[in-house]
């Protein structure tokens, strides 16, 4: 792990208490919002409640605005990030498990491990089964490895992939976002129309 604030500005030693503290900021905000609830997450799914969708595509949209505003004031150089490897049957087999645990379960990773921390039960047993996946995961990973390892198609990105121009990209994604907004507001109040 590299240093938290380059520069020398705080020595290295105080990364980890920082990170404490920032994932504790974090965990609060959680709370505060309502994602330790799993009728947050069940709501995206089920169509009564869009605030995760609202929040992911916010959390996204400014993301990608700001890396790529910095790259052009010239604080930030965009070639020199990490891109992860695409597996690109592990990144499907993958996802298809994770939605459906998100969907059954009612929680993300993050969101479970709040919920556990102010006590629910039903956290408690989604993370119980999250330990028990990586545990089935890791004995039988000789099995899986193919698959894991499998069809790596390198550092890339959609805009590297077909050539496309990333300031296009971000504009269009971001008209995604408020269509996304507009359309989850329709269906919500279709949603609540009929069932209350």
Known sequence: MGPLIPGGYIPLEWDSIIAIFIGIAFGF????????SSRKLAGV?????????????????????????????????????????????????????M?????????CPGTSLCAVAIGKLDAWIYVFGIMVGVFIFSELFNLFEPIYDGYNFGNITLIDSFGWNPYWVIFIFAIIAVLAFGIADLVRKKIKSVFY
């Open 29 to 36: 905000v959680l709370e505060a919002s309502g994602f330790s």
């Open 99 to 107: 939605g459906a645990g998100f969907v059954t379960g009612g929680f």
């Open 45 to 97: 799914f089920y169509g009564y409640d869009f605030a995760v969708l609202k929040v992911f595509f916010t959390a996204a949209a400014v993301s990608v605005i700001g890396i790529y505003y910095m790259d052009y004031l010239g604080y930030l150089d965009i070639s020199k990030l990490y891109v992860h490897p695409t597996y690109l049957w592990g990144a499907i087999i993958g996802g298809i498990i």
